[in-house]
């Protein structure tokens, strides 16, 4: 190429009249995938903060407005968990396929329920990748404030089949990340919010509680753990689709209430706590809102 720079070109004429224009702030369509999903995960990142309101508790904001609140479940309720944790391993030997798969691959298992092909769901794709990886910074500092000890820091016999992971049990990454999946999803899909979903054992709610539930069968998890990743995955992409679309978000919140009518991690249980009115509006985000917008059109 050089070469034939060389042998071709001459000196560069300057026409102003050839300049490009700039794309409107909200076209990104000129981009390739990687810096979309780039571009859409850090206006995503910036809308959520993490913060700790005392010993083993922690709460998210998204601008002025709380979204999830948390307190770590108790010494005592985790000593009852173990056996739950003993139990599930029961079925380890049917499900350790999934539970190798899922360590590192979600959106595939949600693409065979809702055929996200990267050409006709191309906006989708990006967009819940983009879901995902904002799930897993929140998750991370939630983690860090309402720390738990993982099983087989309380009992060696529970013989996890898989590493375990060196951060907090408390919650579940692995919930909270396939319930913010599949709220988003659900939305394109259904056009409904997550506790509709929830209430109906749509698809892409059913598919998070199974991954859910794996992590306990694999012995890292107690099903608490799961509870709470439901309800923080749930608040994360209601908080998402409102920065899209203005629309209201709730204020979620995982305590002593919860933990008292939890005892295994059910999907039926998980609504409930969703409240049924949304009260707080978010501002939307305008790059946020366009790439949505893009996702949604994939669905009509």
């Known amino acids: 190429m050089t070469i034939t720079q060389e042998a071709i070109a001459g000196q560069p004429v300057f026409d102003p ?27 995503l990142a910036g809308l959520f903060k993490v913060a700790s309101d005392g010993a083993g508790k922690a709460s998210v904001t998204v601008g002025r407005h709380t ?3 948390a307190t770590r479940p108790t010494p005592e309720f985790i000593k009852h968990q173990l056996q739950l944790v003993r139990n599930y391993a029961d079925l ?8 190798l798969v899922q360590m590192s691959d979600l959106l595939s298992f949600f693409g065979a329920i809702a055929f ?36 087989i820091e309380l009992a060696p016999e529970i013989q996890p089949i898989i590493q375990t992971p060196c951060h907090s049990s408390f919650p579940s990454g692995h919930a909270t990340e396939a319930f913010a999946i599949a709220a988003v999803l659900h939305r394109l899909m259904a056009d409904s919010d997550a506790r509709h979903g929830i209430e109906n054992a749509a698809m892409p709610f059913r598919l998070a509680h199974r991954i859910a539930v794996n992590r306990t069968v694999a012995g890292v998890h107690y099903p608490v753990d799961s509870m709470g990743g439901a309800l923080l995955g749930c608040a994360i992409a209601e908080a998402i689709v ?3 679309s203005e629309e209201k978000v709730r204020e979620v919140t995982f305590g002593d209430t919860v933990m008292a009518e939890t005892d295994d991690f059910l999907l039926s249980a998980v609504a409930p706590h969703l409240p049924k009115r949304p009260l707080r509006a ?8 366009s790439l949505w917008q893009a996702a949604q059109a994939e669905w009509q």
């Open 242 to 244: 409102a920065a899209a």
């Open 116 to 151: 996200l092909d990267s050409r006709k769901r191309e906006a989708t794709l990006e967009f819940l990748s983009a879901v995902q990886t904002v799930t897993t910074l929140v998750e991370a500092q939630v983690k860090y404030w309402c720390w738990v000890g993982r099983p």
């Open 17 to 43: 009249n050839t300049l490009p224009y700039p794309p409107e702030p909200t076209d990104a369509s000129y981009l390739d995938g990687t810096w979309r999903t780039g571009m859409l995960t850090s206006a």
């Open 92 to 99: 380890r030997i049917d499900r350790s396929a999934e539970i």
């Open 67 to 69: 979204v999830f609140a």
């Open 282 to 289: 978010v501002a939307n985000e305008p790059i946020v809102e």
